[in-house]
Nanobody, 127 residues
Framework: QVQLVESGGGLVQPGGSLKLSCAAS????????IGWFRQAPGKEREGVSC????????SYADSVKGRFTASRDNAMNVVYLQMDSLKPEDTAVYYC????????????????????WGQGTQVTVSS
């Protein structure tokens, strides 16, 4: 069955970096766009980044543009989110998700476009 497992979260000081991983199984990663979302306490889950299938084009929320970079390793079935220049407001549980099959290769930051989710990994940015 489809499974997505995030890892790489933790506690980091402001200005620091973390690299999240999303290990996929049960499907061919290179056939689907993968999105990264985050949810802070008391807030809605929001789209952070996505990476399309095929050539791996990317899209980012304005709040992380220039600081976060999504990439994928189709051979390893892993998607990454490199997070640099982290800020306290980046603190959240981060999730990866697979886009709905009907949307195919599309890359969006809209939560309802994604059907399969990982369990999340906590990222805390604090001094």
């Amino acid at each position: 069955q489809v499974q997505l497992v995030e890892s790489g979260g933790g506690l980091v000081q402001p200005g620091g970096s973390l690299k999240l991983s999303c290990a996929a199984s049960g499907f061919a990663l290179n056939s689907y766009a993968i999105g990264w979302f985050r949810q802070a306490p008391g807030k809605e889950r929001e789209g952070v980044s996505c990476i399309s299938s095929g050539i791996g084009s990317t899209s980012y929320a304005d709040s992380v543009k220039g600081r976060f970079t999504a990439s994928r390793d189709n051979a390893m079935n892993v998607v990454y989110l490199q997070m640099d220049s982290l800020k306290p407001e980046d603190t959240a549980v981060y999730y990866c998700a697979r886009i709905r099959a009907s949307l195919g290769k599309s890359c969006t930051l809209t939560r309802r476009d994604y059907a399969d989710w990982g369990q999340g990994t906590q990222v805390t940015v604090s001094s």
